[in-house]
């Protein structure tokens, strides 16, 4: 099954680790066999990796974008889930962690950056609030 790719005048996609800008007017086109896909809206930049979930997903993304280098970036992704499963509780969102690290075995990037961008929007809602030193329970889980 082929994957349609719609790009916006001058957006960019990277595609199995090149960076590719579209011209002046919107286009679209179609991959038809497996290959790693990256919108431009999906690209962490490195000063927005600031969170230990984002740092993880910028390890990610490097191991997309430059597959030559991945055993690198591996060995920084792989330290920063395992200190952030070490600090998570959400079952939920350590099922996407485990999902994460399950495509990146298979260098299915895409697919593990689509379940640590979930992360790092329960992070976010994480950072967001305030501490309470009282209470010790998961801030996004339903209250009474």
Known sequence: MALKIRLRPNEKVII???VIQNGSRATSFLVQNFA??????EVMQEE?????VRRAYFACQLMLVDP??????????DRYTADLRGA???????ADLDTAEQ???QSNYYIALRHLRKVVDYE????????DPDQDRDPTAPTD
């Open 124 to 131: 976010a809602v994480l950072l967001a609030r305030p501490t």
């Open 88 to 94: 998570l509780m959400n079952k939920a969102v350590l």
């Open 36 to 41: 790693q896909i990256l919108r431009e809206p």
């Open 16 to 18: 199995n680790g090149a």
């Open 103 to 105: 495509a990146v075995n």
């Open 48 to 52: 927005d990796a600031d969170t230990p």
């Open 68 to 77: 030559a280098n991945a055993a690198e970036y591996r060995t920084h992704y």
